[in-house]
């Protein structure tokens, strides 16, 4: 795990967990045992060696100790480890105005190199103007967003968009399907630059975007959107975020990403390429225009 570079809060917990579960499993320590040994359950190791939760030093410490490590500099390195991965990410200062279930989602997004994501409401949120993200914020069931929350929220998409423009940048590879770029969020004015966004970004070299037609003959990707996450350390398996109205669900299970990753590669695979993107964003330039 060492000489990993820069890397969030959120992967830091991923690789630490992961660690402790492959030193839990070669010490051949049930997770209920382990549990014990830290005045905890089964299900909050499970949650530790997810990343899920935060580690206490004390925790890694008598854990280390019930799994045999005993080497001083490991101890020390995994304990370090753990004081960085408690940290806190840039997006902790949003969390006023974002639901408790996307932190993780942010962190997973700053520390991936890969995201391929499918959506068919909105157009991706990296990929979003100011504007359409204002409109989107503005789309909130209940009591109306307050300005100065809805100026957050879009405050947190700029942010969230440097990923395209780091060293290395993020690659992304967005499939759309053609009604949500057809959706007037905003107003023709609002969606007509985001349809000239959109043009601009697609010919960046490290950003993919394919449109679904309307009058396509549908797809196996009928579950709604969602989004596929790898990361350049070794240490951390690819992840399927999938949101809902009020939660989120993250899945890493080997079964869980490979039939996800076969849906994304069959819609890619079967819709227009991505030397048709901008021919399609014209098309639909030239419709809201009139």
């Known amino acids: 795990m060492a000489g990993q570079g820069v890397v969030g809060p959120t ?5 630490l967990g992961s660690h ?7 010490a051949e320590v049930s997770r209920t045992d382990a549990g014990w040994a830290i005045r905890a359950s ?3 190791i499970s949650r530790l060696e997810l990343g899920r939760v935060g580690f206490k030093e004390r925790d890694v410490e008598d854990l280390l100790s ?3 490590v005993s080497d001083a500099r490991e101890r020390d390195r995994l304990l370090e480890l753990a004081r960085e991965a408690n940290s806190r990410g840039w997006w902790h200062r949003y969390g006023d105005v974002t639901p408790d279930w996307f932190d993780a989602y942010l962190g997973l997004e700053a520390a991936a190199e890969l995201i391929r994501t499918y959506e068919i409401q909105f157009v991706p949120g ?9 409109a989107v914020a503005q789309l909130t069931a209940g009591a109306p967003r307050e300005t100065e929350d809805i100026e957050r929220i879009v405050a947190l998409r700029g942010r969230r968009q440097r990923v395209l423009d780091r060293e290395p ?3 992304l590879w967005a499939v759309v399907e053609e009604s949500a770029l057809r959706r007037p969020i905003g107003g023709k004015d609002v969606l007509r630059q985001q349809l000239a966004a959109l043009r601009e970004a697609a010919h960046q070299p490290n950003i993919t975007l394919q449109i679904i037609p309307l009058e396509g003959p549908g797809h196996a990707a009928t579950g709604g959107a969602f989004s596929l996450m790898r990361f350049p350390q070794r240490d951390l398996p690819d992840v399927v975020y999938l949101e809902h109205l009020t939660s989120a669900l993250y899945l890493d299970k080997r079964d869980d990403v490979e039939h996800y ?4 590669d069959h819609l890619a695979a079967t819709g227009p390429p991505p030397q048709q993107t901008d021919a399609q964003l014209v098309a639909l330039l030239d419709r809201v225009s009139h």
């Open 42 to 44: 089964e299900s909050k």
């Open 66 to 68: 019930l799994y045999g």
């Open 11 to 15: 992967a830091l917990r991923m690789m």
């Open 261 to 264: 990753t076969r849906v994304l």
């Open 169 to 171: 940048p993020l690659k």
């Open 20 to 26: 402790l579960r492959r030193l839990r499993e070669r």
């Open 126 to 134: 990296l990929l979003q103007t100011a504007e359409y993200a204002r």
